[in-house]
């Protein structure tokens, strides 16, 4: 499982939710990135994360499934990442619905496959922020305590700093990155153009491109030469 995210250096995200056509899908896939990711925050269905792996898996390469509810599970994926919000004051984000899958799909679940990925919301703007509860006003110094607490505290192989549609603030970023010794950081958020890209990954182990497929394909799939 560790071995498989270790030389993650970019991965695109993909919503089941948004339309994407057959041209597009295949140049995201044939792009050079390390793995596709497919997750959302709203509007995910059983029905549309199943027809997007479907079609994702015509190519040769990791197509892991972020979950984000019990609705979008579905089998056949390579990974599982499991998101636990840090910085929220409502437990459902860090263990309540986790706790409610495992008593719901507990005797299915191929634990083996599950990666959990301690996240930082930092956008307040943001759909996921709102929907979490998530306390976004941190420095970065808050915002790299967290990140131990993951890291350090908890075990996680993931620290996930989530800007979610706006690009973040490199410095917090580089801060969360130095702070942790055996988790992975993974940046996503406003990364859409081959800057961006760069930036982040200076700062990061793995970017996620997310919005750009959807906004600019040409300059989302510079991104991976970006980094690579």
């Known amino acids: 499982m560790k071995q498989m995210i270790k030389p993650w250096r970019h991965v695109f995200k993909l919503d089941p939710d948004r339309e994407i056509d057959d041209q597009a899908l295949e140049a995201v896939c044939m792009s050079g990135t390390d793995a596709i990711m497919i997750g959302g925050s709203s509007g995910v269905t059983f ?3 199943v027809d997007l792996l479907s079609r994702v898996r015509r190519y040769e390469l ?3 499934l972020e979950v984000s509810n019990l609705e979008m599970l579905v089998p056949g994926f390579d990974l599982y990442m499991i998101p636990m919000v840090m910085n929220t004051a409502d437990s459902a984000w860090i263990t309540g619905q986790h706790k409610q899958a495992i008593e719901e799909y ?10 959990p990925e301690g996240y930082i919301i930092l956008n307040p703007d943001s759909a996921v922020a709102r929907l979490t509860g998530a306390q976004t ?6 915002a790299a305590a967290y990140a131990q607490v993951a890291d350090k505290l ?3 192989p993931i620290v996930y700093v989530e800007y979610s549609g706006s690009f973040g603030d ?3 970023v580089r801060k969360i ?3 942790v010794h055996g988790a992975k950081v993974f940046y996503g958020g406003g990364i859409h153009d081959p800057e961006t890209a760069k930036a982040a990954a200076a700062v990061s182990d793995t970017i996620v491109v997310g919005n750009a497929v959807y906004e600019d394909l040409a300059q989302a799939l510079l991104t ?3 980094v690579k």
Do not use: F, R
């Not at 507990?106 to 990666?115: A, E, N």
């Not at 006003?137 to 808050?142: E, F, H, N």
């Open 106 to 115: 507990g005797y299915m679940i191929p634990w083996d496959l599950l990666v």
């Open 224 to 226: 991976v030469k970006a």
């Open 137 to 142: 006003d941190l420095d970065a110094d808050g």
């Open 154 to 156: 908890m075990s996680l």
């Open 47 to 49: 029905d549309n994360t």
């Open 170 to 172: 490199m410095e917090t």
């Open 62 to 64: 990791p197509c892991v």
């Open 177 to 179: 990155h130095q702070s």
